[in-house]
């Protein structure tokens, strides 16, 4: 297994313009989270997925952000209409629901850079 | 909802020392404790989770504390290596929320040879 993997590695977009990440998690895991992160902060929680579901979605995620996740596998994160403000990481992670240490795979991220 | 700290100041040391981390957490509620690193460009790797009825966790050459009642998470590295130079990452597991984290702003180590 070849853990998390986030395409792209790195997306340049003019304001207003829509994005699309995808997020491949390691094969077996039923959790899949988004996080965002600005520089010199950690993480920030932005949704999860059990199987398909999505189960929980921060006050963070505005109407402009949409992700899904169908058959339970890879996940999409899509910005409408981008702003500045969105340049950020985009983290998304991975995991067991019945893990022993609850431990998330965290993939290399995109970065998101609205000019 | 709960918040947690980190010591924003980078912190130097020199090789062989014992680095000492800091996290405090606010308005608790039961959960889980994990501390990460995080080298840069990369997405943080997760190193040990303490539960809130454990009080030490080792492994290797690190150790974490989790004081309940001072509501503190204190992570040591001893005899410390330039290779361990990198931010860590202290997050609160929600348990009953899906096991989403809530991490603290991070602490840059910098271990000088």
């Known amino acids: 297994d070849t853990g998390v993997s986030q395409n792209p590695r790195h997306k340049i977009t003019k304001r207003g313009q829509n994005v699309t990440f995808r997020c491949d998690p390691i094969?077996?895991?039923?959790?899949l989270y988004w996080y965002r992160q600005t520089l010199g902060q950690g993480p920030e929680f932005l949704t999860y997925f059990q199987n398909e579901a999505q189960l929980e979605k921060s006050r963070l995620l505005s109407d402009r952000f949409s992700a899904e996740r169908p058959k339970g596998s890879f996940s999409t994160l899509e910005i409408q209409r981008t702003e500045q403000g969105d340049s950020a990481m985009y983290l998304c992670a991975s995991s067991l629901s019945a893990g022993a240490t609850y431990e998330q795979y965290f993939g290399p991220g995109t970065r998101l850079t609205v000019t | 909802s709960q918040k947690i700290e980190q010591n924003s100041e980078a912190l130097n040391i020199q090789e062989g020392k014992t680095a000492t981390l800091t996290c405090n957490y606010t308005n608790y509620s039961p959960a889980y404790l994990q501390w990460y690193r995080q080298d840069p460009g990369r997405g943080p790797v997760f190193l040990l989770l303490i539960r809130e009825n454990e009080k030490e966790k080792r492994k290797e050459r690190l150790k974490v504390t989790f004081d309940t009642t001072l509501k503190q998470s204190l992570f040591h590295i001893t005899a410390s290596q330039p290779a361990d130079s990198a931010t860590y990452l202290c997050a609160l597991l929600i348990y009953n929320q899906g096991g989403k984290l809530i991490f603290g702003q991070g602490t840059e180590l910098s271990v000088k040879p």
């Open positions: 094969s077996e895991h039923n959790r």
